[in-house]
């Protein structure tokens, strides 16, 4: 059964969700495609250096128009944490 | 002589603000990553900066808003080969891991890198300091590890040079902070004595023009 036709907006979900891993995907391209995933912990995975919280707050920016601060960035355990927050701030 | 850019200022060590110089290096928070550590009194700071050559060693207090938030150097400076020194100290522990401190690192290698016409890095960290080893390998440095002095030597490669390897990095910071390397260089007749002023001179004007439309330069006094 496709869930996602029967609920829009999980559908909507889903692909905001890619777009963000892709987008991380692309920025870290040194960091193996599979390690970047909904549940991946973000300080395990990037450090949270000046760089990469540089890096990620900026393509936070341009991909979703979202405007994060570092302590936000920081605050997100897991991609899917990003996810929520990135939801809940481009809803305002 | 200040050198403003991306509202820094990065003011350069003379006689009158020596002082503030050997406060900022003997507080805990520097302490932590000097290679070579202990406090120096202010007898010592004077003999030092009486015998230090400034025109292969350069020293600035670093500013924003008004308030010192650390400071930098460019030291060891070998201008026939262009390689030479630089470092980066923030004292201001609430800007450590922002993307504030990534700003201000890139401002001033950019000074070094573009004024200076520094074309290759290298650095001598403390094997403990994770923040400037993080740096380095962003940079693509090469490593050697002096384990005796428990120290690392860390050196710009040739294969993946400055403007390539902070290239994603500069982008960024243009997104979030309207970043460009764009300078103001302040001279004061009355601070700066003729070695510095001629020597900042002579760096603005043989920039290659397209670097040298982006350094101002003036006078005052």
Redo the contacts between chains.
Sequence with gaps: MNTSSKTPWLKFTHSVMDKLINALREEFAEIKVGLIVADSDLLELLGWSSLNIVIVRAKVQETFAVKLSDQQIKSCKTVADLYSLISSLSKR | MIIKTNHFEFEKVNWKNLEELRLLRNTPVIQNYLVNKGEVSEEQQIAWFKKEDTINNHYFIAKKNNGVIGYCLLRHIDYEVSLAEPGTFIATEDL????????F?ISFMDICRFLFGIKKFYGNVLATNN?AL??YE?FGADKEINKDKNEITLTETESQPYEQSTN??R???G??YDYRFDITIVMDKLVDNELCRNLFLSLANHLPSDIRSKVKVEIEN
């Design positions: 450590f891991d922002s993307s504030m401190a990534a700003l690192m923040r993080t740096n962003w994603k990095i982008k960024a910071l997104t979030l």
